[in-house]
Every structure is written in structure tokens, then in C-alpha cells.
């Protein structure tokens, strides 16, 4: 009944562990959003079983029943415990943009049976990584524009990696069809993933103060896809291909959270 999605997985792990490690101390309305979120993140699995074995396979149906109560249960007990204890910022936060974005994507989930296509997946990666300002701002006294770096910053790598990642799906088929591009066809056809993240430098570098060392974390990002595009074996698979992914993603959480020095 788990989501099997590794890329939501790395999201929302990193997700977590970005604003844990930003804010640097417990808060009791930091850990009720995680237990709201991951809750959330996990409804899709038995809301799937269930209209996928009512008829097929009650018995399995039964427990998915059981086990969508349980996360009722988390959400509502989690969700208002947040509500009472969260400073004002962070309520503002969640109700104004997270809470939005996941009540979308379940929506989403519920109407199509595969969230396998680009529009909901981006809502989806958006949705799971505002949890990282959701826990950093859960303490009094923090800082807004840390927390709108750490979601820039994060939302934009898993967005963005989307594109990239579907590029590779795409040279994967054509492998298999006995296809091999050249360094210029693999270029011609990847080109455009490179003006989002040019997009997203400007953006860093008109909403945050001028700094080299902001611009280091989408130098990065556009480096690892510059690579992957030039030099990315076309035969790879797309389970090794998300492993790399997922500890390319711990480095770059690293530099996110040495970049927030200069904020």
C-alpha cells in the first residue's frame, strides 16, 4: 500500500530532513506537520486498493479500508495539534499554499488511476517539498527568507530534475529500439531543459541578496543535467538512474543548507 514512486520518496525525505536540519531544534508543531504530511503522502496507496480490489479482492480491500482509517485518524489528530501550537508564519504557510496543493494532488489521485504525467507530478513535488518550510518555521523567531530559500531551492531541484529525468526516460526507449544519439542530438533534444534552470538563477538572484554563493546551489543542479545529457549512458536504467539521482540530492542538500549562511 505504500507509494512506490522512489523520486516522491527522495522528495519528501530530503524535504524532511532539510527543515529539521535548518531549524536545529525540536519543535513539538514541527513534528505534528511531519506526521500530517507524511499521512497525507500516504493516503494515494489505500484510496488505489481500494478502488482497485472492492470487487476483485475484498479481503484486501478490508484492510486497505483499516489502513486509510488509520492515517484519518493521523491527519486528524496531527493537523489541529499544529493548528493550536504553530506560530502565525507557519499556519499562513500551510493553509496558504501547502495544504491547497495536496487537497489537488489527492483530488488528482482519486480521478486518474496513474499521476504518471507531467502536470500532476509537478503539483505532487511541490506539494511534498513545502514540508521543509513547514518545519523550519514551526519555532518562533525564524527567518522568512531562509524559509523561502530552502523551499526555492528545494522545490526547484525536484521540479526541474522532472524534466530531466523523463528526457532520460525517452533516450531509454530509443536504446532499446537499437537508437544511439550523438553528444549534439543528445544536446538538441535536452537544450530546453537547460532555460528553466537559467529561468530559476534569476529568480534566486532578484528575490535574494546578490551572492555567488546563492548562485552555487542551481550551478549545481544545471551542472549534474549538463552531464547527464552530454555523457549519461542512454542504456542506463531507470532504477540506477534514480539511485544516482537520490545521492546527487544529498550533496546538494549539503550545499543548501551552507548557502543559508549568506541569507
Known sequence: MLPKEH???NALGLSFLAGWAALGIWSFPGAMICLF????FLLRGPISIIRQYQKADPPRARRARVYLGFLLLVLGSSGPLFMITAPQADRYWVLGFGFPVGILVLILSVLRRNLRS??????GFAGL?????AIYLSAPQTDLSKAGWIYGSVAGYFVLALFYVKVRQ???ALFRQGHELSPKERLAQGWR???????WAVVIHHSFPVSWVLLSVPAFAVTRVLGGLLWGQ??????KLGVREMTLSFFY????LWTLKSI
Request: aromatic letters at 16%; one cysteine or more; charged letters at 5%.
Open 7 to 9: 523520486g516522491a520518496w
Open 118 to 123: 507531467i502536470l500532476p507530478e509537478v503539483f
Open 37 to 40: 504530511w507524511g499521512a497525507g
Open 170 to 172: 525517452k533516450w531509454l
Open 253 to 256: 542538500l549539503f550545499l543548501v
Open 234 to 239: 542512454m542504456s542506463l536504467p531507470l532504477m
Open 129 to 133: 517539498c513545502a514540508l521543509a518550510p
Open 193 to 199: 531543459l537547460v532555460a528553466p534552470y537559467a529561468l
